[in-house]
Nanobody, 125 residues
Framework: QVQLVESGGGLVQAGGSLRLSCAASGHTFSFYAVAWFRQAPGKEREFVAAKSWNDNSTYYSDSVKGRFSISRDNAKKTVPLQMDSLKPEDAAVYYC??????????????????WGQGTQVTVSS
């Protein structure tokens, strides 16, 4: 069992930066792929970024590539998401996710077993 808690959301001006963090509990965390997804009002949940369980592979959506950076610290059980050059269209609730099956499809939300409660990111233009 893994529990995930996101933090770091808030209000930022377009062009600014935010750093989200996901704190995990549970001793199997290091065996799971981890990811960030986001959901804006009236839209479906969207893949943002993911890290493989062994930290060898990193994945980004085209919309955030070059602006966002995901990392993981298995010793501290955290998954930071550094977000730079934020745009109004980045505004959403951001969710952290973890799962073993996601190794086979890191962009597929249905393969993640554990989710956090979400943290709101608002970007003003």
């Amino acid at each position: 069992q893994v529990q995930l808690v996101e933090s770091g959301g808030g209000l930022v001006q377009a062009g600014g930066s935010l750093r989200l963090s996901c704190a995990a509990s549970g001793h199997t965390f290091s065996f799971y792929a981890v990811a960030w997804f986001r959901q804006a009002p009236g839209k479906e949940r969207e893949f943002v970024a993911a890290k493989s369980w062994n930290d060898n592979s990193t994945y980004y959506s085209d919309s955030v590539k070059g602006r966002f950076s995901i990392s993981r610290d298995n010793a501290k059980k955290t998954v930071p998401l550094q977000m730079d050059s934020l745009k109004p269209e980045d505004a959403a609730v951001y969710y952290c996710a973890a799962g073993s099956r996601a190794t086979w499809g890191p962009r597929d939300a249905s393969l993640y077993d554990y989710w956090g409660q979400g943290t709101q990111v608002t970007v003003s233009s």
